[in-house]
């Protein structure tokens, strides 16, 4: 069965340190791997995806993240955080026989303190 | 360039009672996907449609029905309401094909009681 997994319900950083937000993936054939962040009350906003070549994916608002396939993990990163990076975070997968179906992890509350 | 926008924000009905939420596409945007997400969980995938057809489907009971438009507009109907249809109701455009980003409406919250 394919899955998402982000292991941290919350993460916790100050403001101006870098930050990783963490997901590990099982899926059937090559992987097509998505960022979102939500803000509350708010929909998904799309941030980065990793589909092929480079392993290391930049996206919006500074955020980057490693796909790596031999820990089969996509951990979104950033250099330096910021308090409005405060919000939930999902990563998710494309299914593999149902190719626009996502399948999303449970989410990543990110707290950044100033 | 308008985003994907849905109707309305915030819906309550009670168990038993049917409801239909609206989803416009982003410009561009041929295919349409709505999602459930329950308190505290990721989006769950409910079905999907393009060229005005339900072309994939989770596993979600027939309850749930939807419907596409000439324009790309979609419908999303839930009948017979049960409490454990309170959530936020996403819907997601695409142009079709392999890898395309979805993009995600601000959603519907529907609260059942």
């Known amino acids: 069965a394919q899955s998402v997994a982000q292991p941290e319900d919350q993460v916790n950083v100050a403001e101006g340190n870098p930050l990783t937000v963490k997901c590990t993936y099982s899926?059937?054939?090559?992987?097509?791997l998505f960022w979102y962040v939500q803000y509350p009350n708010r929909g998904l906003q799309f941030l980065l995806k990793?589909?092929?070549?480079?392993?290391l994916v930049k996206g919006s608002y500074g955020f980057e993240a490693e796909f790596n396939k031999s820990q089969t993990s996509f951990h979104l990163k950033k250099p330096s955080a910021l308090v409005s990076d405060s919000a939930l975070y999902f990563c998710?997968?494309?299914?593999?026989?149902?190719?626009?179906?996502?399948?999303f992890g449970t989410g990543t509350r990110l707290q950044v303190f100033p | 360039d308008a985003g994907v926008t849905q109707s309305p924000t915030h819906l309550i009905k009670t168990r038993g009672q049917q409801v239909t939420l609206r989803c416009s596409p982003k410009?561009?945007?041929?295919?349409v996907s709505w999602y459930q997400q329950a308190l505290g969980q990721g989006p769950q995938f409910i079905f999907q449609?393009?060229?005005?057809?339900?072309?994939q489907r989770g596993n979600f009971p027939d309850r749930f029905s939807g419907h596409q438009f000439p324009n790309y507009s979609s419908e999303l109907n839930v009948n017979a309401l049960l409490l454990g249809d309170s959530a936020l109701y996403l819907c997601?455009?695409?142009?079709?094909?392999?890898?395309?980003?979805?993009?995600f409406g601000p959603g519907t919250r529907l609260l059942v009681l």
């Open positions: 410009s561009g945007h041929d295919t």
């Open positions: 997601a455009s695409c142009t079709r094909g392999q890898g395309e980003t979805q993009y």
């Open positions: 899926v059937s054939g090559n992987p097509y």
């Open positions: 990793y589909i092929t070549g480079d392993n």
């Open positions: 998710a997968v494309r299914d593999a026989y149902n190719t626009d179906k996502l399948i």
């Open positions: 449609y393009y060229e005005e057809e339900e072309r």
